[in-house]
């Protein structure tokens, strides 16, 4: 990712977006009054004017981190955020453009030509290039990798060609090694030679003449240790590794678990290829978390804020046709018992409760199991027993307040015969409620989607059918 900016000290980046959108606000308001005046050689005073007010705001994102330009640009309408986009340095574009929600990315390259994309991007590191290489037109991606050395191509070609949700699509290709059979002394001058090391460097990968791993130093040994005393005898010999093909989701809950920096990627040879560092692991886990968000929320990508209503739209039919469809057919369950509801109008009312306590406890289910599936925690070996934990608790938690919402329902219409459908309604639609908050994910889960993906619909539909199903059924049967 991009090096830190040490050329101010840090500021909130909320105060930051203020004041260039006050500055903003400045340039428009100016540049009205101007343009409304009748003065000589009006053209010109119109440009330097123009030029003045935007000098400030330049200065101001030059002393900004590509972070929170990116911030300050997901933040601004599109109008204003092309404004500020001409305002960057060229040499900053890339940085900014990998920071960026894919969302804004979009708008920002639309508005650049096939020079400015190749010159932003092959400033970038190889992984901030393949990154960035999906979001380019081929054309652009094509010149790309022609304008890049032999080394570099091959390493980016390489990266591009792993699952984007896998290690290798992730790892770098900037890292140190050396070999066992030196000394710490040596391995300190050798990076001293050096100058400079890659971001995030906490470990050397130890390695043959041939590139096999064979394990790693971590800086801190090579400092507390006898110089004199070989790498062989210092190294741990069992570091945590990764394959390019490993899952992204499983690497970053090693990196997690065991706290780590960097670690080593090897092929099936056990030969060092790459890396993975704790900057990018983070930056994945927060897109995963994103992504789980919006399909929670029925949306089918990342939405830019600022884009049009078509497009908006466009992004949210398919999760409201689908749940307008099951709308409809909780509906129908509904109208099956109209000449029920018309008979006792208590049943209007008190229906949407059963409806709502079920769908609060489905939803509570599938949440937490879809945060099972996402950590690897629920499997086949355990999965029986988490059922039946789920139904205890909805069987728990249906007693209590089927049984405080009974009690309700009878001092409300004084009727004990609807206090007690009320309470086995509310008892019977939580066990369904958690059944269905456990099984949508898992079905989900089993078809190769990600569980988060529809399931919190799924589980409303049913707890709403079943809720209306069986609190009027009864009712029917019992108080009719």
Wanted: glycine share 6%; with cysteine; proline share 4%.
């Amino acid at each position: 990712m991009a090096e830190e900016n040490d050329k101010t000290p840090h500021e909130p980046v909320e105060d930051s977006l203020r004041q260039v959108m006050d500055l903003l606000a400045r340039h428009k308001l100016v540049e009205s009054l101007v343009h409304k005046q009748d003065m000589p050689r009006h053209e010109l005073v119109e440009v330097l004017v123009h030029k003045q007010n935007l000098a400030e705001l330049s200065k101001k994102l030059d002393r900004l981190h590509p972070a929170d330009v990116a911030y300050i640009l997901e933040a601004l309408p599109l109008e204003d955020r092309l404004l500020v986009w001409d305002l960057v340095k060229a040499e900053r574009d890339g940085d900014i453009l990998v920071e960026v929600s894919d969302a804004v990315r979009e708008s920002l390259i639309e508005a650049m030509d096939n020079r400015e994309l190749v010159a932003a991007a092959a400033s970038l590191d190889t992984d901030e290039i393949a990154d960035l290489a999906p979001d380019l037109p081929s054309d652009v991606v094509q010149e790309l990798l022609k304008s890049l050395d032999h080394a570099k191509r091959a390493q980016v070609e390489a990266s591009l060609s792993y699952a984007e949700d896998s290690v290798g699509a992730l790892m770098d290709y900037d890292f140190v090694t050396i070999r066992a059979d030196v000394t710490l002394e040596v391995a300190l001058r050798y990076l001293r030679r050096l100058g400079d090391l890659p971001p995030h460097t906490d470990k050397l990968f130890v390695v043959e003449r041939d590139g096999r791993l064979i394990g790693t130093l971590p800086l801190k040994r090579m400092l507390v240790h006898d110089p004199e005393a070989h790498v062989a005898a210092v190294m741990s010999d069992e570091p945590v590794v990764f394959h390019p093909s490993d899952a992204a989701a499983d690497a970053a809950q090693a990196f997690e678990r065991y706290d780590l920096v960097t670690a080593p990627v090897v092929d099936a040879q056990h030969r060092l290829v790459g890396r993975l560092t704790v900057d990018v692991v983070v930056d994945f886990i927060r897109a995963e978390a994103e992504e789980d968000m919006l399909q929670l929320a029925g949306l089918k990508e990342e939405e830019d804020l600022f884009t049009t209503v078509w497009k908006s739209a466009r992004n949210r039919w398919m999760w409201l046709a689908i749940n307008l469809c099951t709308a409809l057919i909780a509906s129908r369950v509904v109208g099956a018992f109209e000449g029920s509801i018309e008979k006792l109008a208590a049943l209007a009312a008190l229906m949407p409760i059963v409806a709502g306590m079920g769908g609060n406890t489905g939803n509570q289910t599938s949440t937490l199991v879809v945060r099972g599936l996402a950590l690897g925690i629920i499997n086949d070996d355990n999965a029986r027993r988490i059922l039946v934990k789920e139904l205890g608790v909805a069987l728990f938690n249906g007693t209590v307040w089927g049984g405080v919402m009974g009690v309700v329902a009878y001092l409300l219409y004084q009727n004990a015969a609807l206090g007690g459908v009320m309470a086995v309604a509310m008892l019977l639609n939580l066990l369904v409620a958690a059944t269905a908050g456990y099984l949508a994910p898992r079905l989900i889960n089993r078809t190769g989607r990600d569980p988060a993906y529809g399931s919190p619909i799924l589980t409303t539909f049913i707890t709403d059918s079943m809720g209306f199903f069986i609190f009027l059924g009864l009712a029917t049967v019992v108080l009719l």
